[in-house]
């Protein structure tokens, strides 16, 4: 993902900078088995489907702008990523006035936590994360790399954000991801395809995968 997301742009892509690594004494939030528990921002737990196992965490420092808690579940075949949960909880710094833009063009509801969503296929979501060493895509890609594996090439990805505070300076972001196979009917193409817009009902078909197997409590 290369993107400021605390800025409105056309393409919602990725931020970051230098991660940490999985044992970060930073993580405020806690995984048990296949549930991370956050305590704030917000105050829920996640619970995802036994298949998951959990990978690690790390903290990330968004170009000087924001700070971010990365956290991530995979399920994983010969060191290549099948499907994952990605969770990002982020802030902006006092240090700026930035404020985390999305247009509610397409919302879900999970548990109580309402999020605006899209659906997107990469031919090779590897190399895109990898594009920019800065981003928090790559963060991502170094901590799997650190425990032998890799993100999948031809790839769905569905990106949800919820924003729990009303100054929009905080977000919760989700991507759910699954590998396509190689004969899939589903649209792929360089610069990556906005099923949303395209192939709507691939969109929805899996937007209730990433619901499917993800369980959101309040506390």
Not at 63 to 80: C, L, M, P, T, W
Not at 196 to 217: N, Q, Y
């Amino acid at each position: 993902m290369q993107r400021f997301r605390w800025m409105l742009v056309a393409v919602i892509g990725s931020s970051l900078a230098f991660s940490q690594n999985s044992g970060s004494p930073d993580l405020r939030r806690e995984v048990n088995g296949q549930t991370l528990v956050s305590h704030e921002l917000p105050r829920a737990e996640f619970n995802l489907a036994k298949e998951f196992h959990y990978v690690g965490g790390q903290t990330v420092n968004l170009y000087g702008n924001a700070e971010a808690e990365q956290h991530i579940f995979v399920v994983s075949k010969d060191r290549v990523v099948e499907r994952f949960y990605w969770f990002q909880f982020e802030h902006v710094l006092p240090s700026n006035k930035r404020t985390y833009d999305y247009q509610p063009d397409r919302t879900t509801d999970i548990g109580g936590l309402r999020f605006i969503y899209d659906v997107k296929t990469w031919p090779d979501y590897a190399a895109n994360q990898a594009e920019d060493p800065d981003s928090d895509g790559s963060a991502m890609a170094r901590l799997l790399d650190e425990h032998n594996l890799v993100f999948p090439k031809k790839t769905v990805r569905v990106r949800m954000f919820h924003l729990p505070t009303p100054d929009r300076r905080t977000e919760l972001m989700i991507i759910y991801g699954e590998a396509l196979p190689e004969d899939s009917t589903v649209p792929v193409r360089e610069g990556g395809v906005p099923l949303d817009k395209e192939a709507p009902d691939s969109a929805h078909l899996f937007l209730e995968h990433a619901r499917r197997d993800l369980g959101i409590v309040k506390r």
